[in-house]
């Protein structure tokens, strides 16, 4: 059996800040009640049942963490239909713009490397904003 690779530190911390920043955006977007609306289709869930989506699809470095391009969006959108684009691109150009459009696009063909001390205080304004929000309900 092949050993299983470990991942390295900066891999680590960014798993950490994703998944805190997930949480944070899912979390800000719940109505008093803690739910939350899908933005491509409408289905409304519990905050935790439901994902932070990418709008530019490969999750690059460049935009990994760009939340001009990431909102709620149920699982069935999010992962069986691929980002349910047609519907985010709406979506999107509403809430954003065209011009936020293109530029994210344009980033996300673009290299971009993080960097511990980066990734540690993305973890701590992630981790503050969470905060925040328990702290209101």
């Given at each position: 059996m092949p050993k299983k690779r470990k991942?390295?530190?900066?891999?680590?911390?960014?798993?950490?800040a994703w998944k805190l920043l997930s949480h944070a955006i899912r979390l800000e977007a719940a109505d008093p009640?803690?739910?939350?609306?899908?933005?491509t289709c409408g289905t409304t869930k519990p905050?935790?049942?439901?994902?932070?989506?990418?709008f530019v699809p490969g999750r690059g470095n460049s935009i990994l963490f760009d939340e001009r391009g990431i909102y709620c969006q149920c699982s069935r959108c999010n992962r069986m239909e691929g980002g349910n684009l047609p519907h985010y691109f709406e979506y999107m150009?509403?809430?954003?713009?065209?011009?936020?459009?293109?530029?994210l696009m344009t980033l996300a063909r673009q290299p971009r490397r993080l960097y511990k001390p980066e990734l540690h205080?993305?973890?701590?304004?992630?981790?503050?904003?969470?905060?925040q929000c328990k702290e209101v309900q």
């Open positions: 991942r390295g530190p900066i891999a680590a911390l960014k798993d950490k009640n803690g739910y939350v609306s899908c933005v905050w935790q049942e439901m994902e932070a989506g990418h150009r509403s809430q954003q713009g065209l011009a936020v459009i293109n530029e205080a993305m973890i701590e304004q992630y981790q503050d904003r969470i905060d």
